[in-house]
Structure formats: structure tokens, C-alpha cells
């Protein structure tokens, strides 16, 4: 893609390819007081949510440069992570490295964006890895991000899980990616979910919670768009879809629910909460149809990394390999695209 090109795309596309400021970067969701009133009584017509999820990709077609600025854009707004047990420093450096530079200089240079400063939206990590992911990322913007509150279960007692999450931010984490206690949904017992979450929301300080509701294990939509509520007045700054260690992980018509959710919040209150689906997200194809969800639904402010992230490491080397094709024509083999 010529400079002019990527200039013709961009006026074509939805993002704007500097970032957004560090003051819009801070923007908080102060919660509210609990409101059953918001949400109680809900009702969530399966079919049709269903439906509208089937038909965004059909009637929305992104080709050749206005498909490459959408992957472009979708890799600002990756959370690239690593949650393995065999988790390393070592792995953690390379995967900041990746996050500083996903695209391989030449496609850069394709695109015609070499300066463009493109990186990814944070990187994601354990607790104990957060030092490491601190300080491979020194000199940059990229926010760490670290799960807590005993991930991917949320079992173990409050006072361990709001432990971790001190830990977490001591160590320098910029974001805390939370999980619920799924019980309290199930059982609907929504007082006990709101000040589990509050008291995480405190134990954040500066730093933003991501709160992970697992919606693979919530049951019904009434449940998602309730859980999603609930953590939105009790303060959490995204709602996430999943662990990515569910049976179930993200799926376009729970994301549906999840921002009408985000949407109904956003004008009962006047806050701005991010959205973060997370699993079963694999090809350049998924990061198409997640931005258009969000495009309709939401608006283009919703397509930046302040209030849409992508929790789809895997994601990023078919991103990688399409826009070669791209600027070549051709397809380099995967092994040439690997994360880590």
C-alpha cells in the first residue's frame, strides 16, 4: 500500500491512526450505587440477539486497503498474553518485543505506516510476570496488564484474591483483568457480586479493572447482561467476556448482549466502559467481526484501545500473515509470524 493509499483507506475506515492521549487513557468509570431496577426484569429475546449477531458480518464487507486499515487497527487494540504454567521471563521479554513491533518492517513499509508507532494495546501476563513485562516494555506506552483474583476459577478466599490484586499493581501492573465469583450470578445474588467487585474496584488504586464475567458458565443472557451491569456499577472500567480457559469462550451474540449492556449504562449514567471479548478468537477474520460488532453497535469511539481490546494473542500472527498477502500477493508460512 502506497502513502496515498493508506490515506485514501483511512479516510475509508474507522480509526485514526495516532493514539489516543494519555489523559483519555485515564478515563475512569466511577460506578454507581447498586440498581437492580437496571437490569431486574431485562428481557433478552435470544432469537432475535441470535439473529443480529448472524447478520452483522453478512451486510458488512471490508476488502483489500480498507481491510488492511481494519487489521491494522486491531492490532492496536490486541491484548497480547501469555497464561501458561510454563510461563517464563524469557517468554514474557519476547512477547514484549512482539508487542512493540507486530508488524515485521517490510509490511510496515508496504502499508506506507513505517512511522506510524503502530504496538499492540497491552500485554498481558501472570502476577509473578509482571516485573519482567515492566521492564521489557520501559520507554513505551503499552500498558501491563495482569489477571488476578485467583484466575481462570476466582475460587479462593476474597481476601487472598484482593491480595493478588495489590500485589499485582505493587509490582506495576497498569491493568488488573479480575474474575467473578460466578455463584453469585447463578444464584442471582447480585448484592454479593456488586461488593465483591467494589472492594476489587479499591483494591485496583489507579490501575483499571478489567472484570472477566465467564459468560460460558452464566447460563442464560439474562445472566450476562445482568453480570455485566452489576460490574459496571460496582466500577469496573471493561467488561470482559472470558478466562479463554471456558468450555465456551467469546461468541458474537453474547458480545451482542454484553454491549447493549455497555450502550444502556453509558446513557443511564453518562460513563464510558470499555468492552473486551477474549477466547476462541483466532483468524484475521474474528478481529473483522468483533470491530464491525462494535462499529454498529457502539460507534468508532468504540474501536480504539481505550475502550476495545481483543484477547486473542493467536490472532495476531493471521493478522500478520493477511497483510502480507496484502503488500505481496503472496502468503508467507505461519512459522514466519510466530508470537513468541
Known amino acids: 500500500m502506497t502513502a496515498d493509499a493508506a490515506t485514501a483507506a483511512h479516510s475509508q475506515t474507522v480509526f485514526d491512526p495516532v493514539p489516543p492521549t494519555a489523559d483519555h487513557n485515564r478515563m475512569r468509570n466511577p460506578g454507581i450505587a447498586l440498581a437492580p431496577e437496571m437490569f431486574e426484569g431485562h428481557a433478552v429475546n435470544r432469537s432475535a440477539a441470535e439473529r443480529r449477531a448472524a447478520s ?11 481491510q488492511a486499515a481494519w487489521l491494522v487497527n486491531a492490532i492496536r487494540c490486541i491484548d497480547l498474553t501469555t497464561l501458561s504454567g510454563d510461563d517464563t521471563e524469557g517468554r514474557v521479554h519476547r512477547l514484549c518485543a512482539k508487542a512493540r513491533q507486530p508488524l515485521a518492517p517490510r509490511i510496515l513499509e508496504g502499508l506506507g505506516i513505517a512511522g506510524m508507532g503502530l504496538t499492540t494495546g497491552a500485554v498481558c501476563v501472570y502476577p509473578t510476570m509482571v516485573p519482567h513485562a515492566v521492564a521489557a516494555l520501559e520507554g513505551t506506552d503499552i500498558p501491563v496488564a495482569s489477571v488476578a483474583t485467583g484466575f481462570p476459577a476466582g475460587l479462593t478466599p476474597l481476601p487472598i484474591r484482593l491480595a493478588e490484586i495489590r500485589y499485582a499493581v505493587e509490582e506495576g501492573a497498569d491493568e488488573i483483568d479480575i474474575v467473578i465469583t460466578r ?18 474496584r479499591e483494591a485496583c488504586g489507579h490501575s483499571h479493572l478489567k472484570a472477566i464475567l465467564a459468560t460460558g458458565e452464566l447460563e442464560t443472557y439474562r445472566n450476562v447482561y445482568a453480570a455485566s451491569m452489576v460490574a459496571m456499577q460496582a466500577g469496573a472500567d471493561f467488561i470482559k467476556t472470558s ?7 467469546a461468541t458474537l451474540p453474547v458480545s451482542l448482549i454484553m454491549v447493549r449492556a455497555l450502550r444502556d449504562y453509558g446513557m ?8 473486551k471479548p477474549a477466547g476462541g478468537m ?7 467481526a468483533w470491530q464491525i460488532l462494535m ?4 460507534g468508532n469511539d468504540w474501536l480504539r484501545p481505550d475502550l476495545f481490546r481483543l484477547g486473542a494473542s493467536s490472532m495476531l500472527a493471521d493478522i500478520e500473515r493477511q497483510l502480507e ?6 502468503y508467507a508460512a505461519s512459522h514466519r509470524h510466530a508470537i513468541a
Request: proline share 0%; glycine share 8%.
Open 56 to 66: 452483522l458480518t453478512a451486510r458488512r464487507s471490508v476488502k483489500k486497503a480498507n
Open 183 to 200: 455463584e453469585h450470578v447463578l444464584k442471582r445474588e447480585w448484592n454479593a457480586l456488586y461488593d465483591e467487585i467494589a472492594q476489587m
Open 243 to 249: 478466562t479463554g480457559k471456558e468450555g465456551v469462550n
Open 268 to 275: 443511564e449514567t453518562g460513563h464510558r466502559v470499555g468492552f
Open 282 to 288: 483466532k483468524t484475521a477474520k474474528d478481529a473483522l
Open 295 to 298: 462499529k454498529e453497535e457502539l
Open 325 to 330: 498477502h496484502h503488500v505481496t500477493g503472496r
